[in-house]
């Protein structure tokens, strides 16, 4: 079996980039072109760990959008895979406008939008999938995306970008100081160091891990659009079966018409991510995992009583600034 397992959150993160690409394409048929960049495109697919189902990778997703996409460009960081991903996608859509790139995509991706004419620039309607693990996009390529377009009314690159909160107070420790390497990184990707200021807040525990979290989104978000200049961002989290937070996906738009779709996209597919929670938990009781209050029959149940909910458009706020006192330094 080629790839890796893959959680049930996965296959609810990619329905959702299905549904947002074949509405994202609808919504531009009027515009001359539209343009697909997956950064981190990764295999063509990989399985449901569990179950070994098939999931197709969002490279499969992007080409299989009605109306489709002008051109798809995905970037890989292996040769290998990215090989592997250009035969299986040219084989499966034969004929298509399919660009794939190996290496970095901080280097790969500007340098190939580089040699696109400027009717692209002016008139294509394009969609960004920023589907890192942790810290692995820089600023530099946000903001090189965020001013790559160049048309009257102001619209940009929509931006999909997986923010790994879950993952980045792993990475940077609460040891005495942030892991030096990882720390390096993450200056990289918010293209600044505010958020040692979160981090000596948690280390002094004046804000838990929660809100620590939370805090490094609203940072990013607060920054997409105060400092990339784009119109909403909206967050939807991920966890896995038992709640544990992963990442938050923030999408990210210049568009009124890009946000009312992300937004209900968003709100149907967070109740997919409540349900797959539920479900979780009951099996574990069912199976004695732990003691539980769920028969059967209320497992059933429970996946008939979750309703779509649209839960209100929060803006990010200033980020919270944190001085240590002197007494405080390590």
């Excluded at 990764?42 to 959008?65: C, E, Q, W, Y």
């Excluded at 805090?215 to 939807?236: D, F, K, S």
């Amino acid at each position: 079996m080629v790839g890796r397992g893959w959680g049930p959150w996965t296959q609810i993160k990619l329905n959702a980039l299905e549904d947002y690409l074949s509405a994202f394409t609808t919504a531009s048929v009027r515009t001359r072109r539209t343009l697909y960049l997956d950064l981190f495109a990764g295999a063509p697919d990989n399985f449901a760990r569990g179950t070994g189902k098939v999931i197709l990778g969002s490279g499969h997703r992007a080409m299989a959008a009605e109306p489709p996409f002008t051109q798809v460009v995905l970037c890989e960081l292996q040769p290998r895979t990215a090989a592997r991903l250009k035969k299986t996608l040219q084989d499966a859509h034969p004929g298509r406008d399919l660009v794939v790139l190996a290496g970095d995509c901080n280097v790969e991706m500007p340098e190939y939008l580089r040699t696109l004419s400027i009717d692209w620039r002016r008139y294509a309607a394009v969609f960004a999938m920023v589907d890192q693990y942790s810290a692995e996009v820089t600023w530099d390529t946000l903001k090189f995306l965020s001013e790559w377009r160049q048309n009257r009314r102001g619209f940009k690159v929509e931006l999909w970008l997986y923010f790994g909160h879950g993952l980045l107070p792993r990475g940077l420790t609460m040891a005495e100081r942030p892991d030096p390497a990882y720390a390096a990184k993450v200056d990289a990707m918010f293209g600044t160091d505010q958020w040692r200021e979160l981090w000596n807040a948690r280390y002094d525990e004046v804000i838990d891990a929660a809100q620590f979290r939370a805090e490094l989104v609203n940072l990013m978000r607060w920054r997409i659009e105060h400092e990339l200049g784009y119109r909403t961002t909206i967050p939807l989290e991920f966890t896995n079966t038992r709640g544990h937070p992963i990442y938050t996906v923030i999408f990210a738009t210049s568009n009124d018409t890009g946000q009312k779709i992300m937004t209900d996209v968003f709100a149907k597919h967070g109740v997919a991510l409540e349900r797959m929670r539920q479900l979780a938990k009951a099996e574990r009781q069912l199976k004695k995992e732990e003691p539980g209050l769920f028969d059967v029959g209320e497992v059933a149940d429970m996946r008939m009583s979750l309703t779509e909910q649209r839960e209100p458009l929060l803006p990010p706020i200033e980020p919270m600034r944190y001085v240590r006192n002197p007494m405080q330094q390590h």
